[in-house]
């Protein structure tokens, strides 16, 4: 019961901690918040969150990690998911997969908004500086492949190319995580996101030669 209640505490002072972390994330961004404000907002001295915490980034990491893996790697098993399917299946399928992968990825936004709001707006100068550049990649990935399929199927497209691919997958994605930075609620973000989609659906179904 001891190193019960022992380790109770010290799970109370990290969460403490990270609690005046992501205030101090969020009031100044990543770059230009310290440990020293950290520790006064926290009522620590620096030695005890150095105790705890390598750096800001370690901390940084402690309050985005979960949210951040979970929907990058729903993400990424959806792709292979899709690629997997018959051609046939991805041509016909496709918009309904998406849709309904979107959706869930919206759910994981939602449910860890928090990382995501650091992410999106404090993350300059962390390890997820370059978090959204990680996400756009696997989108252009799966774009090449998608328009390599077509071809192998009969389906006469014109080169992509891939400062374009970048774009537009770059495009998508600021366009969804723009519902985080501006606050949206859910519902409101979920209709936003929906007509992102279709405007996207349509765009490239154009440059596929698919309508």
């Known amino acids: ?11 109370e002072v990290n969460k403490k901690i990270l609690e005046c972390a992501r205030e101090e994330f969020l009031e100044k961004g990543y770059k230009d ?11 620590y001295t620096t030695g005890i969150l150095y105790g705890r915490f390598a750096d800001k980034d370690q901390m940084f990491r402690a309050l985005v990690d ?4 979970q929907f990058y790697n729903y993400f990424y098993d959806a792709q ?7 051609p046939e299946q991805q041509v016909k399928g496709l918009h309904g997969f998406v849709d309904e992968k979107v959706g869930r990825m919206i759910d994981i936004i939602y449910d860890n908004f928090s990382a995501f709001k650091l992410i999106v ?4 100068g962390s390890s997820y500086e370059h978090y959204l550049d990680r996400v756009i990649a696997l989108e252009m990935k799966h774009t090449d492949r998608y328009i390599q399929m077509l071809r192998q199927q009969g389906y006469e497209i014109e080169p992509i190319r891939n400062d374009l691919n970048h774009m537009l997958a770059s495009a998508l994605f600021k ?22 989609e279709i405007f996207f659906h349509a765009g490239w179904d154009k440059l596929f030669g698919l309508i």
Request: glycine share 8%.
């Open 121 to 124: 707006c404090c993350s300059g």
């Open 80 to 86: 292979e998911n899709f690629a997997g399917r018959e």
């Open 33 to 43: 918040a310290s440990m020293r404000s950290i520790a006064k907002k926290a009522g």
């Open 1 to 11: 019961q001891e190193v019960d209640k022992s380790q109770e505490q010290l799970d």
């Open 175 to 196: 366009g969804i995580f723009e519902a985080v930075a501006h606050d949206l609620p859910k519902e409101e973000a979920a209709d936003y996101i929906r007509k992102i």
């Open 66 to 69: 979960d949210g951040a893996e």
